[in-house]
T-cell receptor, first 112, second 110 residues
C-alpha cells in the first residue's frame, strides 16, 4: 500500500462545478503539500498545510491530522483548472523539509 | 522572490552517453535543493537532496549522481545513461516554508 493515496485518480467535471480531491496518508508528517502539474510538466506549489484550512482564490485545502486526511476543493471550476493535482507529504521528524513522498496524482479535466 | 532555472528543457541521449543537468536558484541563500524524477505513467520520486554545499544524500540506488558545487547550483549527472534513466527530471528548492520547482527536463534515452 502506498504511503500517500489520492482519490479519485481521474476526475471529469463541467465548468462551474465544485470539485473535491482527497488525499490519505499513513505516516506521521510535518506538512502536506498540494501541487499542480500542467501538461507541459511544470509543477506549482498550491498549498503547504500543517493544520486546519487554507484558501487561495477558488482553491481551498483542508487537513485533519488525527484522521491523516486532506482535501483540495475547487469552487466554480474552469477549463483552465485542468491539470494533474498531486498530494505530497513531508515526513515528521526529519530535518530536511521538502523530502516529499508523493501520491500518484489526480487528473482533472474540466469541460466548458 | 525565488526562481529556479533548469536546463535543458528536453534532451535525447543515446544509451551509454554521459549526462549533466543543471539547476540554479535565484532569490535565496542556503536553500535545501532536490532532484526528483517522474517516470512515464508514474508518480514523482525523490532522487537526491542537499542541505548545503558539498552535502548530497541519495534516496534510491541508481545510475545517477548529484553534486552541489555552489550554494545555489545543483547538478545531476551520469557517466553512462541507461534506458531506464528516461523520464522527467525536476529540480526543487525549499526555503522558509515555501517549495519551488524548476520547469523540468524531459530526458529520452534511446
Amino acid at each position: 500500500k502506498n504511503e500517500v493515496e489520492q482519490s479519485p485518480q481521474n476526475l471529469t467535471a463541467q465548468e462551474g462545478e465544485f470539485i473535491t480531491i482527497n488525499c490519505s496518508y499513513s505516516v506521521g508528517i510535518s506538512a502536506l503539500h498540494w501541487l499542480q502539474q500542467h501538461p507541459g510538466g511544470g509543477i506549482v506549489s498550491l498549498f503547504m498545510l500543517s493544520s486546519g484550512k487554507k484558501k487561495h482564490g477558488r482553491l481551498i485545502a483542508t487537513i485533519n491530522i488525527q484522521e491523516k486526511h486532506s482535501s483540495l476543493h475547487i469552487t466554480a471550476s474552469h477549463p483552465r483548472d485542468s491539470a494533474v493535482y498531486i498530494c505530497a507529504v513531508d515526513r515528521a521528524g526529519g530535518t530536511s523539509y521538502g523530502k516529499l513522498t508523493f501520491g500518484q496524482g489526480t487528473i482533472l479535466t474540466v469541460h466548458p | 522572490s525565488q526562481t529556479i532555472h533548469q536546463w535543458p528543457a528536453t534532451l535525447v541521449q543515446p544509451v551509454g552517453s554521459p549526462l549533466s543537468l543543471e539547476c540554479t536558484v535565484e532569490g535565496t541563500s542556503n536553500p535545501n535543493l532536490y532532484w526528483y524524477r517522474q517516470a512515464a505513467g508514474r508518480g514523482l520520486q525523490l532522487l537526491f537532496y542537499s542541505v548545503g554545499i558539498g552535502q548530497i544524500s541519495s534516496e534510491v540506488p541508481q545510475n545517477l549522481s548529484a553534486s552541489r558545487p555552489q550554494d545555489r547550483q545543483f547538478i545531476l549527472s551520469s557517466k553512462k545513461l541507461l534506458l531506464s534513466d528516461s523520464g522527467f527530471y525536476l529540480c526543487a528548492c525549499y526555503r522558509t516554508g515555501a517549495l519551488f520547482f524548476g520547469s523540468g527536463t524531459q530526458l529520452s534515452v534511446l
